[in-house]
């Protein structure tokens, strides 16, 4: 069974970096592509950036252009996202996600606050 674990979350001063990862299991995971997604209290879940399974290909919401990455590491069938210069509006719930059965992660809570 198909299983996406986020983890690296927390606090974190606006201007601050953050490293989020998706360990991922049950599922041949190079074959697909990965994305993260999040949702603020109050508001619908919104796209922030995806990856292609061989990582050749990103793409990225407007929001974060600039200041976040995706990433993979296929040999460790995890995938990444690197949030730099941080700011409070980032704040929300991260969640994983790959096309593999369209499946989530549980979600993972990022707060940005001084």
């Known amino acids: 069974q198909a299983r996406l674990v986020e983890s690296g979350g927390g606090l974190v001063q606006p201007g601050g970096s953050l490293r989020l990862s998706c360990a991922a299991s049950g599922f041949i995971f190079h074959l697909y592509d990965m994305a993260w997604y999040r949702q603020a209290p109050g508001q619908q879940r919104e796209f922030v950036a995806t990856?292609?399974?061989?990582?050749?290909?990103?793409n990225y919401a407007d929001s974060v252009k600039g200041r976040f990455a995706i990433s993979r590491d296929n040999a460790k069938n995890t995938a990444y996202l690197q949030m730099n210069s941080l700011k409070p509006e980032d704040k929300a719930v991260y969640y994983c996600?790959?096309?593999?059965?369209?499946?989530w992660g549980q979600g993972i809570q990022v707060t940005v606050s001084s």
């Open positions: 990856i292609t399974g061989r990582g050749t290909t990103t």
């Open positions: 996600h790959t096309t593999y059965n369209s499946q």
